[in-house]
């Protein structure tokens, strides 16, 4: 416990502090619009596809788009932001909030055992006589045991229903016992699709229809690709031989739940600036189509987390992340970035990918028509570039009350040499942790190298109960951080101070 406390500290006072201002004023979007345009002329070039159309979602809206290449190799139409891309396992994400929201409204729990609703697992077989049953959140996580199966998943895209329910009687091999790891799984969202047709009493591609892509005005979006007028559909191609095929245009089937789906970019962009509405948790009434807090529950990685490099060419030297699949998403900690959801696609004829940074309200995707040409390398390198560019924001943390008050009364303290102006306002533990005379002696000794600190800058609150601080003092500086206890009023349990090296 006390361990944790510590560490949480050290992290605090070793996290560096807002800057007042930058060294030099932020670029606008459109002046690093070319740098953002080479980075995917280059993979378009360098990955052998036909077209490709990305954009940026900025402010809840489309900020940038910028279509290249061809849609169709027969007539040469160019790309643009109404060109039409499957977008393969992105699709999960949206299966992940469909689920999300019958569970909001009360048509199963995430810890239902996933045979309640399709009881055709009823009669599998476990390997081992102690393995756990798969719930629907094993499902959402990769956690259900099964085999990771890309190559084969994605061709079972025209699989029949009826094909379907023959498949799931007949019972799986399993790869694993469930929940005892991550193995990436398309058999298990094809799953949840059936699951979500079950508890809905209705098609999957109704529900998704009607929950999520009406209530978005996402009017260019769907399953059927079949009913995509010519004039803005790209069609998928494999590059094989030093050449262009054409892959086969595949029905909406059973596994659509796991990559059916077909967009355009400019409406992707809607769905896209609807995640980011979620963040931060905010007192607005809520109007979409799913609670903001059950958006930002996608974003709760199970705990089987793994340390990642950063997609991109700064991946090598960046700080390294902390990655875990969430429900649709990978999710991850950039000490650049900050919270990132990201998930590629990848399907015969197409490839695409997505990165979201609900920190600063900033997404960035890009959709291509080759086989598992995803572009995640250059939205990365697009990321890290506007964040080069001062164009990544923090969203600003409130100062409640409660910290700004402990916080005049540690600077108090400090400038008192004593601990009598925080009289009242500790926790039970504080003076148990380090005695009155010590922390006297303590701001002494501070006092003795960095003299009195009649300055400071702006207080950085890393929560509702915590901050850091620096302290501008007469001989250097002190960088300091406090927690507050979870008692009514809050009180202080931890302070640290610590003289900053120049």
Same mark, same amino acid.
């Not at 643009?80 to 409204?105: C, G, Q, V």
């Not at 799953?191 to 079950?198: D, H, P």
């Not at 490839?351 to 086989?371: E, I, K, Q, W, Y």
């Not at 916080?407 to 926790?427: E, I, S, V």
């Given at each position: 416990?006390?361990?944790?406390?510590?560490?949480?500290?050290?992290?605090?006072?070793?996290?560096?502090?807002?800057?007042?201002?930058?060294?030099?004023?932020?670029?606008?979007?459109?002046?690093?619009?070319?740098?953002?345009?080479?980075?995917?002329?280059?993979?378009?070039?360098?990955?052998?596809?036909?077209?490709?159309?990305? @954009?940026?979602?900025?402010?809840?809206?489309?900020?940038?788009?910028?279509?290249?290449?061809?849609?169709?190799?027969?007539?040469?139409?160019?790309?643009?932001?109404?060109?039409?891309?499957?977008?393969?396992?992105?699709?999960?994400?949206?299966?992940?909030?469909?689920?999300?929201?019958?569970?909001?409204?009360?048509?199963?729990?995430?810890?239902?055992?996933?045979?309640?609703?399709?009881?055709?697992?009823? @009669?599998?077989?476990?390997?081992?006589?102690?393995?756990?049953?798969?719930?629907?959140?094993?499902?959402?996580?990769?956690?259900?045991?099964?085999?990771?199966?890309?190559?084969?998943?994605?061709?079972?895209?025209?699989?029949?229903?009826?094909?379907?329910? $023959?498949?799931?009687?007949?019972?799986?091999?399993?790869?694993?016992?469930?929940?005892?790891?991550?193995?990436?799984?398309?058999?298990?969202?094809?799953?949840?699709?059936?699951?979500?047709?079950?508890?809905?009493?209705?098609?999957?591609?109704?529900?998704?229809?009607?929950?999520?892509?009406?209530?978005? @005005?996402?009017?260019?979006?769907?399953?059927?690709?079949?009913?995509?007028? $010519?004039?803005?559909?790209?069609?998928?191609?494999?590059?094989?031989?030093?050449?262009?095929?054409?892959?086969?245009?595949?029905?909406?089937?059973?596994?659509?739940?796991?990559?059916?789906?077909?967009?355009?970019?400019?409406?992707?962009?809607?769905?896209?600036?609807?995640?980011?509405?979620?963040?931060?948790?905010?007192?607005?009434?809520?109007?979409?189509?799913?609670?903001?807090?059950?958006?930002?529950?996608?974003?709760?990685?199970?705990?089987?987390?793994?340390?990642?490099?950063?997609?991109?060419?700064?991946?090598?030297?960046?700080?390294?992340?902390?990655?875990?699949?969430?429900?649709?998403?990978?999710?991850?900690?950039?000490?650049?970035?900050?919270?990132?959801?990201?998930?590629?696609?990848?399907?015969?004829?197409?490839?695409?990918?997505?990165?979201?940074?609900?920190?600063?309200?900033?997404?960035?995707?890009?959709?291509?028509?080759?086989?598992?040409?995803?572009?995640?390398?250059?939205?990365?390198?697009?990321?890290?570039?506007?964040?080069?560019?001062?164009?990544?924001?923090?969203?600003?943390?409130?100062?409640?009350?409660?910290?700004?008050?402990?916080?005049?009364?540690?600077?108090?303290?400090?400038?008192?040499?004593?601990?009598?102006?925080?009289?009242? $306002?500790?926790?039970?533990?504080?003076?148990?942790?380090?005695?009155?005379?010590?922390?006297?002696?303590?701001?002494?000794?501070?006092?003795?190298?960095?003299?009195?600190?009649?300055?400071?800058?702006?207080?950085?609150?890393?929560?509702?109960?915590?901050?850091?601080?620096?302290?501008?003092?007469?001989?250097?500086?002190?960088?300091?951080?406090?927690?507050?206890?979870?008692?009514?009023?809050?009180?202080?349990?931890?302070?640290?101070?610590?003289?900053?090296?120049?």
């Amino acid at each position: 416990m006390r361990a944790r406390l510590g560490m949480l500290l050290a992290a605090a006072l070793a996290a560096p502090l807002p800057s007042m201002a930058q060294e030099t004023a932020p670029q606008t979007l459109g002046q690093i619009t070319p740098e953002i345009d080479a980075l995917f002329a280059k993979y378009q070039a360098d990955a052998h596809i036909p077209g490709m159309v990305y @954009g940026v979602v900025r402010d809840g809206k489309l900020a940038y788009v910028k279509g290249i290449g061809v849609q169709n190799l027969d007539d040469k139409s160019a790309v643009t932001a109404d060109s039409r891309f499957r977008i393969a396992s992105m699709t999960k994400a949206f299966t992940a909030l469909a689920i999300l929201k019958l569970r909001d409204d009360g048509k199963l729990r995430l810890d239902d055992l996933a045979e309640d609703h399709v009881p055709e697992m009823k @009669g599998w077989v476990y390997p081992t006589k102690d393995s756990p049953r798969i719930r629907i959140r094993d499902l959402l996580h990769h956690v259900g045991g099964l085999v990771t199966d890309d190559p084969w998943g994605d061709r079972q895209q025209i699989l029949s229903q009826d094909a379907f329910t $023959k498949m799931i009687a007949a019972g799986v091999p399993f790869s694993r016992v469930p929940q005892s790891a991550h193995e990436y799984s398309n058999y298990g969202y094809a799953l949840l699709g059936r699951i979500i047709a079950n508890a809905s009493g209705m098609a999957y591609t109704d529900y998704i229809q009607r929950t999520i892509l009406t209530p978005l @005005g996402m009017t260019s979006s769907g399953f059927d690709v079949t009913k995509t007028p $010519k004039a803005v559909y790209a069609r998928g191609y494999r590059w094989e031989n030093d050449a262009w095929s054409p892959e086969p245009e595949m029905i909406d089937g059973a596994f659509n739940a796991m990559g059916g789906m077909q967009v355009s970019a400019s409406d992707y962009a809607k769905w896209v600036a609807f995640l980011l509405a979620a963040w931060p948790a905010r007192d607005d009434a809520d109007t979409g189509p799913v609670k903001r807090a059950t958006v930002r529950e996608m974003a709760q990685g199970l705990n089987f987390v793994t340390v990642a490099n950063r997609i991109g060419a700064s991946g090598a030297t960046a700080c390294k992340q902390a990655a875990a699949y969430a429900m649709g998403w990978r999710v991850a900690q950039d000490c650049d970035l900050g919270l990132t959801l990201a998930h590629g696609g990848g399907y015969p004829g197409y490839g695409s990918h997505v990165m979201l940074m609900p920190d600063h309200g900033v997404g960035v995707f890009a959709l291509s028509n080759r086989t598992y040409a995803g572009p995640s390398a250059p939205a990365w390198d697009s990321a890290v570039a506007m964040d080069k560019a001062g164009l990544l924001t923090g969203r600003a943390v409130p100062i409640t009350p409660a910290v700004a008050d402990a916080y005049a009364a540690a600077r108090a303290a400090y400038a008192a040499g004593n601990l009598a102006p925080l009289d009242g $306002k500790l926790a039970m533990n504080f003076l148990l942790d380090r005695s009155a005379a010590n922390w006297a002696a303590e701001f002494a000794r501070l006092k003795s190298e960095v003299g009195d600190c009649p300055t400071a800058e702006p207080l950085n609150p890393t929560g509702a109960m915590s901050a850091t601080f620096r302290l501008n003092c007469s001989k250097g500086q002190l960088d300091g951080a406090l927690l507050l206890a979870p008692t009514t009023p809050a009180t202080v349990q931890a302070l640290r101070f610590r003289v900053v090296t120049p």
